[in-house]
């Protein structure tokens, strides 16, 4: 009966970090030169991870959603959503995000450079929010959404519009390059 309760217990402690979630919140300066608020929730048992930036008008809210493959951004100031896939190989698995942001943390500006992503807004609107999944769906209804595809080398040659830029604490820089027409 002990030998049941102690691997019980074992199990309960080697499990709980992968089904925890995460809270990480940190003031930062963003890239004006004012100050911005994130806070990013991390939900292991549904791999969904959500970031959120308070930064007045230039406030956005994304929703990394592993089990879907995509991730989602709400830019408030372009009233609008846009979708991308989710690059596994770049973002951060969520078993390890919080470590990940902790370590940047840590080193700052002296660490590695952030990763960057870079993505072309398609022109043309989304309008079945259901096939990227509840969460996606639940950040986007109601407002105009657009599908983005990953530019794998940037070339602006191509591109002469401006980019929206998301930095994700330090550890994610993404570039939203195109134009939304609803606004």
């Not at 979630?21 to 030169?33: F, K, S």
């Not at 509840?134 to 986007?140: A, G, H, P, W, Y």
Request: aromatic share 10%.
């Amino acid at each position: 009966m002990k030998l049941i309760i102690l691997s019980v217990a074992l199990l309960g402690v080697f499990l709980a970090p992968a089904l925890a979630n995460n809270d990480i919140n940190v003031e930062n300066e963003d890239n004006r030169g004012g100050n911005s608020h994130q806070s990013v929730s991390i939900d292991n048992q549904k791999q969904v991870v959500n970031v959120d930036n308070n930064n007045g008008w230039h406030s956005w809210n994304s929703i990394w959603d592993y089990a879907s493959g995509y991730t989602a951004i709400r830019i408030f100031s372009k009233k609008s959503c846009i979708i991308a896939p989710l690059n596994k190989q770049i973002i951060p698995d969520v078993t390890v995000l919080p470590q990940a942001i902790k370590e940047k943390q840590k080193t700052g500006a002296q660490g590695p450079p952030s990763k960057q992503l870079t993505y072309t807004i398609s022109h043309n609107k989304i309008t079945d929010l259901s096939t990227y999944g509840k969460n996606i769906e639940n950040l986007c209804r109601g407002i105009p959404t657009y599908l983005a595809h990953e530019v794998k080398a940037p070339s602006f040659v191509f591109y002469s519009g401006s980019c929206f830029r998301a930095n994700v604490l330090w550890i994610l820089g993404i570039s939203l390059c195109g134009q939304t027409y609803d606004y």
